[in-house]
């Protein structure tokens, strides 16, 4: 699901890119006989009426961002009760990945253990632009160090994917046609991976090179990756342009 986009010169999010472009903010649902699960959850609906809730970041990005795409509508679209989700992963606390947590009020929140120490940590977050009104709102709360199997038989497990930023995570999936990897922003599109074009900014810069070799080797293996922000793989309407079953 599409929870808002954002229009930025590529050189913004990839160092020396020329032109501008409009990526999406995708927030991902998977439904488990143990439970429902989302990862990322877009934009916070405020922005859907001022961009003054990202402070400075308003200079490099134009929101694009409708009522009825926000979260909750999102999931209400598709019968799903927001305040029936069990699981809460947030692959990072960038405005774009938690600004609909507060759609789903219930569900246990599962983030890494560096992440959540990062934005605790004064310097780290004004880097990263952290804002807590978005993200620490009371959800119970499962810190987790390194991969981590949410239900124990293998079908969701949390990737560690630090780089990007320092506890930065990625979510693997796997469905009956195979293992999907949702890489969040350890891998913004396939441009980052082919190219090994990166942001301007990072915590780690050869932590995030070796997760993408990580990357292309899983790819090489029959894993299908969904990128953080490529518009290819996804439609106007906010729905994945690639068949995933």
Same mark, same amino acid.
């Given at each position: ?101 507060? &759609?789903?009020?219930?569900? %246990?929140?599962? +983030?890494? @253990? ?5 934005? #605790?940590?004064?310097? /780290? ?78 915590? &780690?810069?050869?932590?995030? %090179?070796?997760? +993408?070799? @990580? ?5 090489? #293996?029959?894993?299908? /990756? ?20």
């Amino acid at each position: 699901m599409v929870c808002g986009w954002l229009e930025t010169e590529l050189r913004s999010i990839l160092a020396k890119q020329p032109g501008r472009v409009k990526i999406p903010i995708p927030s991902f649902l998977i439904e488990h006989p143990k439970g429902r699960v989302i990862f990322d959850t877009g934009l916070h609906r405020e922005l859907q009426d001022s961009s003054d809730r990202i402070g400075e970041l308003a200079k490099f990005f134009e929101v694009h961002y409708r009522p009825g795409e926000e979260l909750g509508a999102r999931l209400r679209s598709r019968q799903v009760d927001p305040e029936r989700i069990d699981y809460m992963i947030n692959s990072h606390l960038h405005f774009d990945h938690v600004g609909g947590n507060a &759609d789903v009020p219930n569900a %246990r929140w599962i +983030i890494q @253990r560096r992440e959540w120490d990062a934005a #605790a940590d004064p310097e /780290l977050a004004k880097r990263n632009g952290y804002n807590r009104a978005d993200f620490d709102l009371g959800h119970q709360l499962q810190l987790i160090d390194g991969e981590h199997d949410l239900f124990g038989d293998a079908t969701v497990v949390c990737v560690p994917t630090y780089g990007h930023t320092a506890g930065h995570q990625s979510l693997r999936v796997r469905l009956d046609g195979g293992e999907i990897l949702l890489t969040a922003d350890s891998c913004y599109m396939r441009k980052v991976l082919e190219e090994m074009v990166l942001p301007p900014f990072a915590h &780690d810069f050869d932590a995030m %090179r070796q997760v +993408i070799e @990580r990357f292309r080797a899983m790819e090489r #293996a029959g894993t299908r /990756l969904i990128f953080g922000h490529d518009p290819d793989q996804w439609r106007d309407d906010g729905a994945l342009a690639i068949p995933v079953q």
